[in-house]
T-cell receptor, first 115, second 111 residues
């Protein structure tokens, strides 16, 4: 299975600031997916990141608020911009394991608290 | 839109069997996944169904009926460590497609 290193694992940020979350995969993957998991809730897809093109955002999420970079096939970043307390959540990246039975692998998550 | 429904919470007794149901209505279907998530941790893969029928993996089994838009996860010989959230997720298309998740079922295993 792919191994994903996600940083930071947690952070406490002031409102109005921005935080960039990084995911590094130990193998090349075409797509990376970014999710948000609000307290006590399930995972909501933010966007799909394809190397060399702009990310595709789901309804309710916009590039100005959640800019994504995908500079190569093993790395992606998600920035949470101009944060407010409503952005307090866990953010996870994920990749699809096309050649295994394991489905999708997730990063360990970034627990963000905005104060 | 995408609609994936599962019960919010369930409680079961150690050593018993529990069935967690999931119904889905999605624009496209290319497989249904079950994940386990302990509090504060990332989801971990449990099972995958793309054809109708039952898939068994040790204490865990998953069933799919595509015509009914229905799946269930069966956990046997429950252990305290099975207390977790169980997430039902649908892949809508083949290859390089994100999962769409249900709201998750929080299972509490009691002695």
């Amino acid at each position: 299975s792919a191994v994903i290193s996600q940083k930071p694992s947690r952070d406490i940020c002031q409102r109005g600031t921005s935080l960039t979350i990084q995911c590094q995969v130990d193998s090349q993957v075409t797509m990376m997916f970014w999710y948000r998991q609000q307290p006590g809730q399930s995972l909501t897809l933010i966007a799909t990141a394809n190397q060399g093109s702009e990310a595709t955002y789901e309804s309710g999420f916009v590039i100005d608020k959640f800019p994504i970079s995908r500079p190569n096939l093993t790395f992606s970043t998600l920035t949470v911009s101009n944060m407010s307390p409503e952005d307090s959540s866990i953010y996870l990246c994920s990749v699809e394991e096309l050649w295994t039975e394991d489905g999708y692998t997730f990063g360990s998550g970034t627990r963000l608290t905005v104060v | 839109g995408q609609n994936i429904d599962q019960p919010t919470e369930m409680t079961a007794t150690e050593g018993a069997i529990v069935q967690i149901n999931c119904t889905y209505q999605t624009s496209g279907f290319n497989g249904l996944f079950w994940y386990q998530q302990h509090a504060g941790e990332a989801p971990t893969f449990l099972s995958y169904n793309v054809l109708d029928g039952l898939e068994e993996k040790g204490r865990f089994s998953s069933f799919l009926s595509r015509s009914k838009g229905y799946s269930y996860l069966l956990l046997k010989e429950l252990q305290m460590k099975d207390s977790a959230s169980y997430l039902c997720a649908v892949r809508r298309n083949s290859g390089n497609t994100p999962l769409v998740f249900g709201k998750g079922t929080r299972l509490s295993v009691i002695a």
